[in-house]
T-cell receptor, first 114, second 112 residues
Framework: DGGITQSPKYLFRKEGQNVTLSCEQNLNHDAMYWYRQDPGQGLRLIYYSQIVNDFQKGDIAEGYSVSREKKESFPLTVTSAQKNPTAFYLC?????????????FGPGTRLTVT | DAKTTQPNSMESNEEEPVHLPCNHSTISGTDYIHWYRQLPSQGPEYVIHGLTSNVNNRMASLAIAEDRKSSTLILHRATLRDAAVYYCILLTGGTSYGKLTFGQGTILTVHP
């Protein structure tokens, strides 16, 4: 089955620790995205990547970092510089980074930092 | 970024059609209209998208006004599984193309 996997589903960390969220896709999509969702809110774009070894900041990139070393993988690191890291994190992919293509989402990782 | 306006909530009965409206008066000629839906604690699911013409797929239909300043997502026969938050989003061309900007969405409640 083709799709996007995110792990783990739930993640707990202490304040001051960096944490890396996994995102893998086997859809052969070039574009991948990371979004953050806070309770009762819509999604906000953190980072996106149009192709391997390339990525751009979204609307709320401060305190986050990403890498895109392989087409299938786009991990997100939440650093200690992120002031409010507790949120629901969603990874998505698309055939190409174009408005005519839909995005497919993973199941999400709920991060709680205390 | 161009913005969309949706009602906060709507209700429907099972087996009845549902028309979910969206206003996007500042849409530009290269903006695509996308609809996604999201169940609690799950990732959004793509529903449908279009540019100028009405679109149909197995999940829904998208009716786009002639001036493109509004659109309507049509679920032909609502089921309990259609209860979700529905987001109407514009994907813009230019330097931001491909970026989804989600608003608050419409909470759809389906009654048995």
């Amino acid at each position: 089955d083709g799709g996007i996997t995110q792990s783990p589903k739930y993640l707990f960390r202490k304040e001051g620790q960096n944490v890396t969220l996994s995102c893998e896709q086997n859809l052969n999509h070039d574009a991948m995205y990371w979004y953050r969702q806070d309770p009762g809110q819509g999604l906000r774009l953190i980072y996106y990547s149009q192709i391997v070894n390339d990525f751009q900041k979204g609307d709320i990139a401060e305190g986050y970092s990403v890498s895109r070393e392989k087409k299938e993988s786009f991990p997100l690191t939440v650093t200690s510089a992120q002031k409010n890291p507790t949120a629901f994190y969603l990874c998505a992919s698309s055939i190409l980074h174009r408005p005519s293509y839909e995005q497919y989402f993973g199941p999400g990782t709920r991060l709680t930092v205390t | 970024d161009a913005k969309t306006t949706q009602p906060n909530s709507m209700e429907s009965n099972e087996e009845e059609p549902v028309h979910l409206p969206c206003n996007h008066s500042t849409i530009s000629g290269t903006d695509y209209i996308h609809w996604y839906r999201q169940l609690p604690s799950q990732g959004p699911e793509y529903v449908i998208h279009g540019l100028t013409s009405n679109v149909n797929n197995r999940m829904a239909s998208l009716a786009i006004a002639e001036d493109r300043k509004s659109s309507t997502l049509i679920l032909h026969r609502a089921t309990l599984r259609d209860a979700a938050v529905y987001y109407c989003i514009l994907l813009t061309g230019g330097t931001s193309y491909g970026k989804l900007t989600f608003g608050q969405g419409t909470i759809l409640t389906v009654h048995p």
